[in-house]
Every structure is written in structure tokens, then in C-alpha cells.
């Protein structure tokens, strides 16, 4: 395995996933309770972290561990996502199934 290229990755991760979100590294390291420094750092993958700070960002990002290491989805990502639909309205939660829906019917067309 290439350490740098593994890191550089999740660094994209981080990067892709904070700007998805409209954070700046400055608001990523505030909630995160880091330094914008380390945040730059990660992003770039010129820094390897401890396995408290990874938890750290996944958290202020709202993504799984895992999903920044490897970029796999896993049932906690899943999770975090219906704790969003909870905050919905019944109607909207519908809205967002079609949209699931649609999404699925796309996708299924390319393969």
C-alpha cells in the first residue's frame, strides 16, 4: 500500500466533504477543535493523524470514520443520514424517497 497516495485520498475526502457542507478550513478546524493548520495539512495528505483527531473530523463532517480512510459508505453513514430525514416533515421524507428513487432507476441504467 502507498501511505502517501492513502493519505492524499482521504484528504480529498476531507476536502470534497467539508466544501459539500460550505465550511471553510477555518470553521472545519473550529468544530472540530483543531487547528486550521492541522485541517490544511490533512487535506493536503501531508500529515498522517492520531485516531482521535480522525474522529474529530468525521464528526464536524457528519461522515463515518471509515468513509474518510477507505471512502466506503457503512451502516453508520447510513445512520447519520435517516437522523437527518428525522428532521423532515412526512411530506418532505417522500420527496426524498422519490428523489432515492430516481437516482436508483439513473444509475441502474448505466451499468
Known amino acids: 500500500m502507498n501511505v502517501e497516495l492513502y493519505l492524499k485520498e482521504m484528504g480529498q475526502r476531507?476536502?470534497?466533504r467539508r466544501k459539500k457542507l460550505g465550511l471553510t478550513q477555518e470553521a472545519l478546524a473550529e468544530r472540530s477543535e483543531l487547528t486550521t493548520?492541522?485541517?490544511?495539512y490533512a487535506e493536503s495528505?501531508?500529515?498522517g493523524m492520531r485516531p482521535e483527531n480522525l474522529m474529530k473530523?468525521?464528526?464536524a463532517l457528519g461522515?463515518?470514520?471509515d468513509y474518510l480512510l477507505t471512502g466506503d459508505i457503512i451502516d453508520k453513514d447510513k445512520l447519520l443520514l435517516s437522523d437527518k430525514l428525522?428532521?423532515?416533515s412526512p411530506q418532505q421524507v417522500r420527496i426524498v424517497e422519490?428523489?432515492?428513487d430516481e437516482c436508483i432507476r439513473l444509475?441502474?441504467?448505466?451499468?
Do not use: D, H, N, P
Not at 493548520?37 to 490544511?40: A, I, K, L, M, T
Not at 444509475?107 to 451499468?111: C, I, M, Q
Open 57 to 59: 473530523i468525521a464528526a
Open 37 to 40: 493548520q492541522f485541517v490544511s
Open 86 to 88: 428525522g428532521k423532515l
Open 98 to 100: 422519490s428523489v432515492v
Open 45 to 47: 495528505g501531508k500529515r
Open 107 to 111: 444509475f441502474s441504467k448505466g451499468e
Open 63 to 65: 461522515v463515518s470514520t
Open 14 to 16: 476531507i476536502m470534497e
